[in-house]
């Protein structure tokens, strides 16, 4: 039986439950992280917990003083929560919200932030995207301007993302390639993105309006420990039609490779190279968390 952590208690998943006024479900006022277990450990679990931590701090909620919760008593949960069922290749999501509150947008009329831990078995995409690639599309709904919300927070209002997702699923894409306002390359709305052009690695840069994904700077981490060149910088989507490789990262997804956008091929149309390279390495990282 599936096991959730609420406010320091393990509880079926059946009476894991949140008020209806809770400002989570409200309006979105919470933070959260995925987080992936492999062979019964947390991976980059401390990197996730400081995410979060600077989420909640940039939208005012204090984890360690309202929730009563420190990052070590936070990393100890995730840990409890995994073993209590058994994950050993699994997905962790876990989740703060503002609390309850009332039908109103004043968070100082809200009770103790509300911490969940949910941690389960996942499967982002079919092994056939893996082994062939993923074929993308452009939408048209952007990236949240950054200066009405920071990209940079993970936030439990994913609205933006969710109506991204959905312009890729009309058209048969399990993924769709975001741009901010400028008109440039941001993300996909739960990856992120990177190019390999004539060898050298290239993704947008964070003042591109993305969210820092914590697989996204192990792969660059990789690739640099690897020697390849990899620049952080504003990308068009000119730069992705005429890239040899194309590959998202996201922790659930880890990374997948791409091999058209908008009907376009990119390279061979075909896994690249690089891109397999950068997944091999990927997968002895993980063994050895």
């Not at 074929?135 to 920071?150: C, E, K, Q, Y």
């Amino acid at each position: 039986m599936t096991q959730v952590y609420i406010n320091g208690s393990l509880v079926p998943k059946e009476e894991a439950t949140v008020s209806v006024y809770d400002h989570g479900l409200l309006y979105g006022d919470g933070v959260f992280e995925g987080i992936r277990v492999y062979a019964g450990k947390v991976f980059l679990l401390d990197d996730h917990v400081d995410r979060l931590y600077e989420s909640a701090n940039a939208i005012r909620l204090d984890i360690e003083k309202d929730a009563g919760m420190s990052r070590a008593a936070m990393a100890a949960a995730v840990d409890e929560t995994v073993k209590a069922n058994g994950i050993e290749d699994g997905y962790v999501r876990l989740v703060v919200t503002r609390g309850a509150g009332y039908l109103g947008l004043d968070p100082r009329r809200t009770s103790n932030p509300q911490v969940i831990i949910i941690a389960d078995t996942i499967e982002l995409y079919p092994q056939e995207i893996y082994d062939n690639g993923m074929h993308l599309v452009t939408a048209t709904t952007i990236r949240n301007h950054p200066g009405a919300l920071s990209p940079r927070i993970k936030s439990l209002n994913y609205l933006n993302n969710i109506l991204a997702k959905i312009e890729g699923t009309d058209a048969d894409s399990p993924e769709a390639l975001m741009l901010n306002h400028k008109g440039e390359v941001a993300e996909c709305t739960g990856d992120n993105i990177f190019v390999v052009r004539k060898g050298e690695i290239k993704t947008p840069s964070p003042d591109s309006g993305i969210l820092e994904g914590i697989t996204r700077n192990t792969v660059i981490k990789l690739a640099r420990e690897a020697d390849y060149t990899l620049t952080e910088c504003a990308l068009v989507r000119h730069d992705i039609y005429i890239a040899d490789e194309c590959f998202l990262t996201g922790s659930a997804a880890e990374i997948v490779p791409v091999v058209a956008l908008d009907g376009r091929t990119i390279g061979n149309g075909k896994p690249g190279r690089v891109t397999k390279d950068l997944w091999e390495r990927f997968q002895g990282l993980k063994g050895k968390c």
